[in-house]
T-cell receptor, first 115, second 113 residues
Framework: AQSVTQPDIHITVSEGASLELRCNYSYGATPYLFWYVQSPGQGLQLLLKYFSGDTLVQGIKGFEAEFKRSQSSFNLRKPSVHWSDAAEYFCAVAPGGEYGNKLVFGAGTILRVKS | DVKVTQSSRYLVKRTGEKVFLECVQDMDHENMFWYRQDPGLGLRLIYFSYDVKMKEKGDIPEGYSVSREKKERFSLILESASTNQTSMYLC????????????FGPGTRLTVL
């Protein structure tokens, strides 16, 4: 079965520092991969997605992610974190098949930003 | 601006009550989803619908049912609420296609006493 693993439950970074959130997936074919962000009290918002082409994808709010097939990873990065980036981040995969746009989510990573 | 709305942000119910959670989208999307969000477990799919009057079970359908009588509205029903259904419930919608973004509502935090 398809699965998504986010190894870090919590991460704390200083404002202005760089950020990398890890995501590993278990999936046989070419995955469709997504990163969503959930700010406190809000629904989820799409940051970026990958399904083909350049393995480094750019998203909103200065985020980027790199797809590495050999490592089954899709890590999210930001060069300089802002206090407003404090939120919960979810990696997800669309397995495809009969119901192509169902999503399987990871457990999430809570980002704390210290000033 | 696209929008998915949910009928309540907070809801408190008693064990055994029948509970209705409503979700409405204004984007004419074919596909709608109900998720449950619990700390450390991420989002888990309860039910989804690809068309009016059509429904499919997700990963954790037990104790829930759904209704989709109109394209824009997707309801989640707890026939007899239990304390282990205390959770955050998120509704989402998307146009057809595997690469398409799911748009989420703000969520309903349900507490069952």
């Amino acid at each position: 079965a398809q699965s998504v693993t986010q190894p870090d439950i919590h991460i704390t970074v200083s404002e202005g520092a760089s950020l990398e959130l890890r995501c590993n997936y278990s999936y046989g074919a070419t995955p469709y991969l997504f990163w969503y962000v959930q700010s406190p009290g809000q629904g989820l918002q799409l940051l970026l997605k990958y399904f083909s082409g350049d393995t480094l994808v750019q998203g909103i709010k200065g985020f980027e992610a790199e797809f590495k097939r050999s490592q089954s990873s899709f890590n999210l990065r930001k060069p300089s974190v802002h206090w407003s980036d404090a939120a919960e981040y979810f990696c997800a995969v669309a397995p495809g098949g009969e119901y192509g746009n169902k999503l399987v989510f990871g457990a999430g990573t809570i980002l704390r930003v210290k000033s | 601006d696209v929008k998915v709305t949910q009928s309540s942000r907070y809801l408190v119910k008693r064990t055994g009550e029948k509970v209705f959670l409503e979700c409405v989208q204004d984007m004419d999307h074919e596909n709608m989803f109900w998720y449950r969000q619990d700390p450390g477990l991420g989002l888990r799919l309860i039910y989804f619908s690809y068309d009016v009057k059509m429904k499919e079970k997700g990963d954790i359908p037990e104790g829930y049912s759904v209704s989709r009588e109109k394209k824009e509205r997707f309801s989640l029903i707890l026939e007899s609420a239990s304390t282990n259904q205390t959770s955050m419930y998120l509704c989402a919608s998307t146009a057809g296609g595997r690469a398409n973004e799911q748009f989420f509502g703000p969520g309903t935090r349900l507490t069952v006493l």
